[in-house]
């Protein structure tokens, strides 16, 4: 809320990091704040973009170093949540094109000022993003799903399915034998296997259960 107490600031620095000044007002929104992230152009150090959360949460942009701002987007594409991994990233040969990871991963062409959607088929909760310098059309992301690859800017991608990075929960396992083996993937359903055990049974498959988030399996 408005009155709740916040040490949340931007500051910048003009010597290298000796001494620091934070900056206010000049089209910033009032205290307190909650997460602020920044992120400055490679192609163009004076344009300066930085996501506040407040009570007028909202992506705001500064075309000369930080003096000066003003307020871009605030759909709920970009305020709705305060998550952890709110990141921007702006495409280093172009300063008005920028993706912020979200729920779904969004995406700016006109400097901020509006965003759409441009995760495809992938999956949610996006985490981080690269963007080729060579070739800017080549995109690869990481998301609660896995890693992922664009090769026209985002608008289509190819999950990379042979890196084994799933995050288990919890494992269990049941009274059958061959026994079998169950866990819970985080945001990735609950999934049963085959157990190695007698028989020569096969250990390879997974067979998905559940959806959701999987946390503790209980056979």
Do not use: C
Request: proline letters at 7%; a negative charge; hydrophobic letters at 30%.
């Amino acid at each position: 809320g408005p009155d709740a107490p916040s040490g949340s600031a931007l500051l910048r620095s003009a010597d290298g990091g000796k001494s620091w000044k934070t900056i206010d007002g000049d089209g910033l929104p009032p205290h307190p704040w909650g997460r602020v992230e920044v992120a400055i152009a490679p192609s163009l150090p004076d344009r300066v973009y930085a996501f506040i959360e407040s009570e007028h949460s909202a992506l705001y942009r500064s075309d000369d170093g930080g003096k000066t701002w003003s307020a871009g987007d605030r759909s709920q594409s970009m305020v709705w949540r305060p998550f952890y991994f709110a990141r921007l990233i702006i495409d280093p040969t172009n300063p008005d094109r920028l993706f912020k990871p979200n729920l779904s991963l969004i995406v700016s062409e006109d400097g901020g000022r509006s965003f759409s959607a441009t995760g495809g088929g992938a999956h949610g909760d996006w985490h981080d993003l690269w963007i080729d310098p060579q070739n800017p059309q080549h995109v690869i992301g990481g998301d609660d799903g896995g890693l992922w690859q664009s090769f026209d800017g985002g608008s289509r991608w190819w999950k990379q399915d042979n890196l084994p990075i799933s995050q288990f929960y919890h494992v269990a396992l049941d009274g059958e034998d061959p026994y079998h083996v169950y866990g819970g993937l985080q945001d990735n359903s609950t999934w049963i296997g085959d157990s190695a055990h007698g028989g020569g049974i096969s250990n390879k498959r997974w067979e998905n259960l559940y959806g959701g988030d999987g946390f503790w399996a209980g056979p």
